[in-house]
């Protein structure tokens, strides 16, 4: 079995910090899932005795019936999984679930990225830990120390707790949906926008960076795209470095304390869409939000890529939020108050023009770190990924004001936020 050394992702760092880890042990290898009895009487485990399983009727099959059969007929939380989602509905439906199963010591969530937030969301109000039990490689939240969470209307990023121990089996995952799959492909080449914000914002301002967590998130990328055309044929290895990939992901959030590594305006145009404000809810999974959100953003990117290399911009001295913009979108009062308490202060302020003009070049640099959309698109196809904002049930004609609108629900730069100092803004995001 493979074992993950987590020893090359804790301790003294170049970037000043001492990286800290709240999982204690992954395993990732086919039939990994059978030692699961033998691994839980390791020492670190062995306190525990009142397990309750999370699943969805999906996931009972895929791994839920077995784990319930190994630990000797362990209560069984099962939702359905229509209509299911990561927020207080969900979380009501859950908790009322474990009510009816007595006394709870630790939880196991076998599922994917839904199952895991309102297991680790819950695990966090009840003071308990959690095991992850993935059954696909679908998101890169696996091992997230915040559950993703829409909570009445507002996407949110809720205290909760990162799982002790993962346990995926690449015989599960390599049965998965390959929707599922590609949606996990779409999460981890979101990855190419979420670093290159980062680091922009770092050359800007001087907010905390990692180089090491940045090149360990290129390395899981180069091995993705090695590995898709393996994915479609159905290949545990592929399987394997995916999961590795998706995992990664989350322990960089774990090492930064914070989404950053992961996260940019890829992601805040899937979670603006996760809102539904300005149109009706879509079945699509988060990841492929994400990787629909990774090519318009990819789009956009470049286009004012052509205007920086050219000199041919201005650069306003100061911008305000836009108030009114979304004063309009945001009809519901609650919502459009939290919007607001967001962007106060406003982080555009951190934004000094003159060295946001005397570091184009740097700039065009990061940017070029970022395959354009053709290539993107090429990826997301092998594993028959969705690729534009139709392919996820929204019209065309909501691309601008999502580009407009969706830097505003984290209080982050991105450079998607960025560009509304330069003049050629209103061109690019068309």
Same mark, same amino acid.
């Given at each position: 079995?493979?074992?993950?050394?987590?020893?090359?992702?804790?301790?003294?760092?170049?970037?000043?910090?001492?990286?800290?880890?709240?999982?204690?042990?992954?395993?990732?290898?086919?039939?990994?899932?059978?030692?699961?009895?033998?691994?839980?009487?390791?020492?670190?485990?062995?306190?525990?005795?009142?397990?309750?399983?999370?699943?969805?009727?999906?996931?009972?099959?895929?791994?839920?019936?077995?784990?319930?059969?190994?630990?000797?007929?362990?209560?069984?939380?099962?939702?359905?999984?229509?209509?299911?989602?990561?927020?207080?509905?969900?979380?009501?439906?859950?908790?009322?679930?474990?009510?009816?199963?007595?006394?709870?010591?630790?939880?196991?969530?076998?599922?994917?990225?839904?199952?895991?937030?309102?297991?680790?969301?819950?695990?966090? *109000?009840?003071?308990?830990?959690?095991?992850?039990?993935?059954?696909?490689?679908?998101?890169?939240?696996?091992?997230?120390?915040?559950?993703?969470?829409?909570?009445?209307?507002?996407?949110?990023?809720?205290?909760?707790?990162?799982?002790?121990?993962?346990?995926?089996?690449?015989?599960?995952?390599?049965?998965?949906?390959?929707?599922?799959?590609? /949606?996990?492909?779409?999460?981890?080449?979101?990855?190419?926008?979420?670093?290159?914000?980062?680091?922009?914002?770092?050359?800007?301002?001087?907010?905390?960076?990692?180089?090491?967590?940045?090149?360990?998130?290129?390395?899981?990328?180069?091995?993705?795209?090695?590995?898709?055309?393996?994915?479609?044929?159905?290949?545990?290895?592929?399987?394997?470095?995916?999961?590795?990939?998706?995992?990664?992901?989350?322990?960089?959030? *774990?090492?930064?304390?914070?989404?950053?590594?992961?996260?940019?305006?890829?992601?805040?145009?899937?979670?603006?869409?996760?809102?539904?404000?300005?149109?009706?809810?879509?079945?699509?999974?988060?990841?492929?939000?994400?990787?629909?959100?990774?090519?318009?953003?990819?789009?956009?990117?470049?286009?004012?890529? /052509?205007?920086?290399?050219?000199?041919?911009?201005?650069? /306003?001295?100061?911008?305000?939020?836009?108030?009114?913009?979304?004063?309009?979108?945001?009809?519901?009062?609650?919502?459009?108050?939290?919007?607001?308490?967001?962007?106060?202060?406003?982080?555009?302020?951190?934004?000094?023009?003159?060295?946001?003009?005397?570091?184009?070049?740097?700039?065009? *640099?990061?940017?070029?770190?970022?395959?354009?959309?053709?290539?993107?698109?090429?990826?997301?196809?092998?594993?028959?990924?969705?690729?534009?904002?139709?392919?996820?049930?929204?019209?065309?004609?909501?691309?601008?004001?999502?580009?407009?609108?969706?830097?505003?629900?984290?209080?982050?730069?991105?450079?998607?936020?960025?560009?509304?100092?330069?003049?050629?803004?209103?061109?690019?995001?068309?």
């Amino acid at each position: 079995m493979q074992k993950l050394d987590m020893s090359l992702f804790r301790g003294e760092c170049i970037c000043g910090k001492s990286h800290q880890l709240a999982v204690e042990e992954i395993y990732l290898e086919a039939g990994a899932l059978k030692r699961l009895p033998e691994i839980l009487k390791n020492e670190r485990y062995a306190k525990y005795h009142k397990f309750a399983v999370i699943c969805d009727e999906n996931t009972y099959e895929a791994a839920g019936r077995q784990v319930e059969k190994m630990l000797g007929g362990i209560p069984v939380v099962q939702l359905k999984s229509e209509g299911l989602h990561a927020d207080e509905i969900g979380v009501g439906k859950t908790a009322c679930g474990l009510d009816g199963v007595g006394e709870v010591d630790c939880l196991l969530a076998v599922g994917s990225g839904t199952i895991h937030d309102l297991t680790r969301y819950l695990a966090y *109000q009840k003071r308990i830990p959690f095991i992850s039990i993935p059954t696909a490689a679908s998101v890169d939240g696996f091992v997230s120390t915040t559950a993703a969470m829409s909570w009445y209307g507002f996407k949110n990023s809720m205290q909760a707790v990162a799982p002790i121990l993962v346990v995926a089996d690449s015989n599960i995952l390599a049965a998965a949906p390959m929707r599922l799959t590609a /949606s996990g492909v779409g999460d981890l080449l979101g990855k190419y926008t979420a670093l290159a914000d980062w680091r922009i914002a770092h050359l800007l301002t001087g907010e905390y960076i990692c180089q090491r967590i940045c090149d360990m998130e290129y390395t899981a990328l180069e091995n993705l795209k090695q590995s898709l055309a393996g994915l479609e044929r159905g290949e545990i290895d592929a399987y394997e470095k995916l999961m590795y990939g998706l995992l990664l992901s989350g322990l960089a959030m *774990q090492m930064a304390n914070q989404s950053r590594p992961a996260s940019g305006a890829e992601h805040q145009l899937a979670h603006f869409w996760e809102m539904a404000v300005i149109h009706d809810p879509v079945d699509a999974y988060h990841g492929e939000k994400v990787g629909v959100g990774l090519l318009l953003v990819s789009d956009i990117y470049h286009k004012a890529l /052509s205007y920086l290399k050219n000199g041919d911009f201005k650069i /306003s001295s100061h911008v305000e939020v836009e108030t009114g913009l979304i004063e309009k979108a945001f009809e519901n009062p609650d919502l459009r108050t939290r919007i607001m308490e967001t962007n106060t202060p406003n982080p555009l302020t951190a934004i000094d023009p003159a060295r946001l003009e005397a570091k184009t070049a740097s700039i065009i *640099q990061l940017i070029e770190t970022i395959p354009p959309r053709e290539e993107l698109e090429e990826l997301l196809k092998i594993v028959h990924g969705k690729i534009s904002i139709e392919n996820i049930g929204l019209s065309s004609a909501l691309k601008t004001p999502s580009v407009q609108l969706s830097p505003y629900i984290k209080n982050r730069l991105t450079f998607a936020r960025i560009l509304k100092f330069y003049d050629f803004y209103d061109i690019v995001i068309q």
